[in-house]
């Protein structure tokens, strides 16, 4: 059967409102290369923060483009549909980064049942996790019947199993992990790990139209819209948790508890047209970022790497069951499919309760 031509979505570096797809020849492969299609893939507000920290995490490295354009790296999955490398055979599929395209063209370096990785010169210096393509034969998390969960939530779970490590590994005496952008889906992973261990209260923080959704989830101990985080319970010991980035929310959280916040912590910009202003000179502790891969560290030093896997696959398979109370999977392929999620993404229209899949 003929492949279809390549197509790429592409994102204008400096106006991520402008945006457009290429055609392209189908990619050939030379020795050691190996192409793969690209399946289905999740999109999410995480991925518009890839264009935010773009230049300085090296989002845009993932993926070539043009001068003045990049391809936003989206979790999915794909299948090798040619190989010149000896280790890699047609037909292997695997969970990764992949760009929102038709092909993507890989240079592995090691590869193996227990991951691919991909060697090409540009994208030399980024974090090995984000080079990996993962052949779902080794994934010990992997099940057909849970691909969607997997590309919509395992790497947004892993930075909340992450961050709720962090917290609780601290020392803060936090009674309440407060969690903005309640709504979001990395938060609602934070909020069921926090109130799954009991230490704390989840309590989120999150706009007037997602409020009864969030309500509704259960994984919250209480919920409150932005306008009133004055009303919240300043007394108690607590710990921010900011996803949303919004510069006014965390000045009016930091204002209102004080000596009280015992950290504040930096994961996300859900509300990216809003960020702008420093923490310097707010009440309480100041705003740190928080970065996962030096917990995944230290956990591996602390536990064993082999002990942080079981950890973590037990905590994903509580989350993943707990999802399935509220994530309505949307699927939708071609052109217009991914236009719309993605304007829907960068402006705060989609439902929080859809995880949207995708395909070109
Ligand atoms: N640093 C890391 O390693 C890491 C890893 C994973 C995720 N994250 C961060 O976590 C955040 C959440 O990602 P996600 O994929 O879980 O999000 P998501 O499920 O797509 O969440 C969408 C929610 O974000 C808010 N939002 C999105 N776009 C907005 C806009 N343009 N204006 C205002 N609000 C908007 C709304 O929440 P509210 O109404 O509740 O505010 C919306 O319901 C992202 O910023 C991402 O960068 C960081």
Known sequence: MALPAGLD????????????????????????????????FALTANNISYALTGEALGYWRFFPAPEGWGRLPVMGFGDVIASGHPDVEVGTRCFGFYPMSRYLRIEPGAAGPGGISD????????????????????????????????????????????????????????????????????????????????????????????????????????????????????????????????????????RHFGERLKHSCIIGATHWDRTEGNGRGLPGPSPAFFFAPAQIQKRSSDWGPAELQRRLAQAWSGFRAFSEGWLQVRRGSGREAVRRVYEDALFGRTEPAHGHILSL
């Open 9 to 40: 979505f592409w994102v204008n570096k400096s106006d991520w409102k402008r945006h457009r797809f290429e055609e392209a020849p189908v990619p050939g492969i030379g020795d050691g290369q190996v192409l793969f299609r690209v399946d289905r």
């Open 119 to 254: 060697a090409a010169p540009h994208r030399a210096g980024l974090a090995p996790v984000y080079c990996q393509y993962q052949p779902t034969d080794g994934d010990a998390l992997y099940r057909s019947e849970h691909e969607d969960a997997l590309m919509l939530l395992r790497g947004l779970f892993l930075t909340s199993f992450l961050a709720d490590d962090f917290v609780a590994d601290s020392g803060f005496g936090e009674e309440a992990v407060l969690i903005s952008s309640a709504s979001s889906k990395t938060s609602i992973a934070l909020a069921y790990l926090v109130s799954a261990s009991a230490r704390a209260r989840a309590v989120g923080l999150t706009s007037a139209r997602n409020l009864e959704f969030v309500r509704g989830l259960g994984c919250y101990d209480a919920v409150e819209t932005y306008e009133r985080i004055d009303s919240l319970d300043a007394a108690a010991p607590s710990v921010y948790v900011d996803m949303a980035g919004n510069a006014d929310v965390r000045r009016r959280v930091h």
